[in-house]
């Protein structure tokens, strides 16, 4: 994360610099594409970053409240807009496109409202292709990671690797469905990434009992993604509508499946039903119970790292930052819970 700039010129400057670097992930897509492959590891990677860095670029645009009628950004994503593959090299978007504008009250009114469309269209379209960005990522690195006997050319190290990175992007996935208001959909992404987590953990603990080895930051930081995975998953069950059953859209693997139930979604849509509407504060205790007992161990084992004189980097803010975002949890929760009661 990134401190807040003070400066206007500063922001200008860092804006241009992260806007460049969507470029730069547009382009390097390609040419890896070209020279490694369109199912490579490397291209998995590299239309993961470029998909990430589209929807970080959306939030980074997104106007905040200030409580004073002026239009705030999230001083830790800091990204510039982002835009399509078509236009990497050439239209630039602008936020200030009504400053040359007559100083009309209808007219100015008029521009507003247009330059508002045009960007809520612009962030449907970095949305969706940041959407399909990160579905194409996963399948390539899904595709690597199996055991079947047609895909024989990725070596051991190729599956291990794409295993780490299937929860990464599947968590992204999430974040842009949360973004959305598709909360569903991220209780979907984030349930789906949560076993690969664990089970990550679950291999690190051998290994390290097999060689004798005393715990590290990389072990806290496994433990720590698990628990993050756990909150996400509480807060966006939270966030789904009182009443409702918990739905995301169908995927191919349900289509047909007899065994798979269906809501109505927006009135004419089917989706799968995660969580039935009676049980989803059951389910959102559950796994907030679950993160804080795992938070619990980690803090226990980063002061034990910490009375060692153990060099914890930014694992320790990181494990801050988990902690106030388990403490908001638990005051969204609280009410819920003696309400249900």
Not at 16 to 42: K, M, Y
Not at 54 to 78: N, Y
Not at 242 to 247: A, R
Not at 279 to 300: C, G, M, N, P
Request: glycine fraction near 8%.
């Amino acid at each position: 994360m990134t401190s807040g700039n003070d400066g206007g010129a500063t922001n200008s400057s860092s804006d241009d610099t992260l806007e460049g670097a969507i470029d730069i992930f547009a382009s390097l897509l390609e040419e890896t594409r070209n020279t490694c492959g369109e199912t490579s590891l490397n291209a998995a990677l590299c239309y993961y970053e470029y998909g990430n860095a589209l929807f970080r670029a959306v939030v980074r645009r997104k106007p905040l409240d200030g409580g004073d009628g002026t239009q705030q950004h999230d001083e830790e994503d800091r990204k510039p807009a982002a835009k399509k593959p078509s236009d990497s090299a050439g239209r630039k978007r602008s936020l200030d496109d009504d400053t040359n504008e007559p100083d009309l009250d209808v007219s100015n009114k008029k521009a507003k409202i247009e330059n508002n469309d045009e960007q809520d269209d612009n962030e449907e379209d970095d949305i969706a292709l940041a959407l399909e960005m990160l579905s194409t990522s996963f399948s390539i690195f899904d595709w690597h990671s199996t055991d079947d006997d047609e895909n024989t050319k990725t070596k051991p190290e190729g599956k291990q690797y794409s295993l780490t990175q299937i929860p990464r992007v599947l968590t992204t996935i999430g974040d842009i469905h949360s973004h959305c208001g598709k909360f569903g959909d991220a209780v979907d992404a984030y349930c789906r990434a949560l076993p690969y987590r664990e089970k990550a953990w679950e291999e690190r603990q051998l290994a390290k009992k097999a060689k004798g080895e005393s715990l590290s930051v990389e072990d806290l930081k496994c433990q720590r993604l698990i628990v993050e995975t756990y909150a996400l998953i509480t807060e966006a069950l939270l966030a789904c509508k009182d009443g409702e059953d918990v739905v995301c859209a169908n995927d191919e693997e349900n289509e047909g499946d007899s065994n798979v139930a269906t809501a109505k979604k927006g009135g004419d849509k089917e989706g799968k039903v995660l969580v039935a509407a009676n049980d989803r504060i059951d389910f959102a205790e559950s796994h907030y119970e679950t993160a804080r007992e795992k938070l619990q161990d980690i803090v226990y084992q980063m002061g034990k790292m910490a009375a060692a004189k153990a060099n914890l980097g930014d694992e320790k803010k990181d494990i801050g930052y988990l902690v106030m975002m388990l403490v908001g949890i638990g005051n969204t929760l609280e009410p819920l819970k003696t309400k249900r009661s």
